[in-house]
């Protein structure tokens, strides 16, 4: 019953070429959660963005890109995401067939810009070069720059489904257009799914939004519709809904190191609300080995527990 799930998910996409739908499949079937229509990537994109001093000092192997692939393996990850430089110094060790994402635009963090715009940092040949499934793009709606990273994005989800490669979108609002808080209220994290949706993204992947409502014509409709916002899981079906109805895949990021209970209370919302799964980096690669590995496994069944709920729940008893 699993894989009827997956090809579910892959009736979403059936306007897609083959290329685009298999490679949809490979981070759909692979690793612990294969089957399960569910997702849990390791992204570590952090080092560009935030520097290698913030993100590594804490487990110092982490300067070593070779460490995250082989992190992502031994736990079973659906995907690993990162930028060139990160996938191309792993190659060896990601030779073993794990789907990659590459990272084709970065940002970073020594010059702060109240309206970010990231610079392309690698392109569509570079994904198929290194045997990549997906390319990642970061947009910020609520940027002053907004409308740039979204002619980049429309161009280079064509590029890519010309290739065959899956989108995979970082939603992230964020600029002078919001408030600090209004850069992960339910209202405007919806809407940031949505516009990933409509330029073309197949995966997007969201912060999980808080109960904040940055407009009040927002907060109006929302009132008026009745739609619940008092709990992570309410928020997320929000979310998911925004996103062509729960046709996209939407997934939920692991934010800065937490501890472990909070970790994973706040994927069961996220599973609970009908959330795809998680991409999780730095509480994952910034504890010790052991628990990071223990960490992604207790987060991808809290995932695999929601899939069989749901599975259940279709299947006549």
């Known amino acids: 019953m699993a894989n009827e799930r997956?090809?579910?998910?892959?009736?979403?996409?059936?306007?897609?070429?083959?290329g685009v739908r298999r490679n949809?499949?490979?981070?759909?079937?692979?690793?612990r959660l294969g089957g399960t229509g569910k997702l849990v990537v390791l992204p570590v994109d952090q080092g560009f963005e935030h520097g290698p001093t913030r993100s590594f000092s804490t487990q110092p192997s982490g300067f070593d890109p070779r460490y995250h692939a082989?992190?992502?393996?031994?736990?079973?990850?659906?995907?690993?995401?990162?930028?060139?430089?990160?996938?191309?110094?792993a190659s060896v060790d990601l030779a073993s067939g794990l789907p990659l994402i590459l990272k084709v635009n970065s940002a970073d963090v020594l010059y702060q810009d109240a309206d970010p715009c990231p610079a392309m940092t690698a392109n569509v040949e570079d994904a198929l070069r290194l045997g990549c499934s997906a390319v990642g793009f970061t947009i910020y709606p609520g940027s002053a720059s907004r409308l740039t990273m979204f002619e980049q994005l429309r161009s280079l989800a064509a590029d890519a489904r010309s290739a065959g490669l899956a989108v995979v979108v970082w939603a992230y609002p964020r600029g002078s257009g919001l408030s600090e808080a209004g850069q992960t209220a339910v209202d405007v994290v919806a809407y940031a799914a949505h516009i990933a949706a409509q330029?073309?993204?197949?995966?997007?992947?969201?912060?999980?939004?808080?109960?904040?409502?940055?407009?009040?014509?927002?907060?109006?409709?929302l009132q008026k519709a009745d739609v619940d916002t008092t709990t992570l899981a309410a928020r997320v079906a929000h979310v998911v809904r925004s996103a062509f109805d729960g046709r996209r895949i939407v997934i939920f990021s692991g934010g800065p190191a937490r501890e472990r209970a909070d970790v994973l209370e706040e994927n069961r919302q996220t599973a609970a609300g009908g959330g795809f799964g998680a991409i999780v980096g730095r509480n994952s690669f910034q504890r010790p080995w052991q628990d990071a590995v223990?960490?992604?496994?207790?987060?991808?069944?809290?995932?695999?527990?929601?899939?069989a709920a749901t599975l259940d729940l279709r299947v006549p008893v």
């Open 70 to 89: 082989r992190l992502a393996i031994e736990a079973g990850c659906s995907a690993y995401a990162a930028p060139p430089g990160f996938i191309s110094a």
């Open 24 to 31: 949809l499949a490979r981070m759909l079937m692979h690793g």
């Open 199 to 221: 330029l073309g993204a197949h995966i997007i992947k969201v912060k999980p939004p808080t109960s904040h409502i940055e407009f009040d014509s927002n907060r109006a409709a």
């Open 294 to 307: 223990r960490l992604l496994h207790d987060i991808m069944d809290v995932h695999a527990a929601a899939a």
């Open 6 to 18: 997956v090809h579910e998910i892959l009736g979403w996409y059936d306007h897609e070429s083959v």
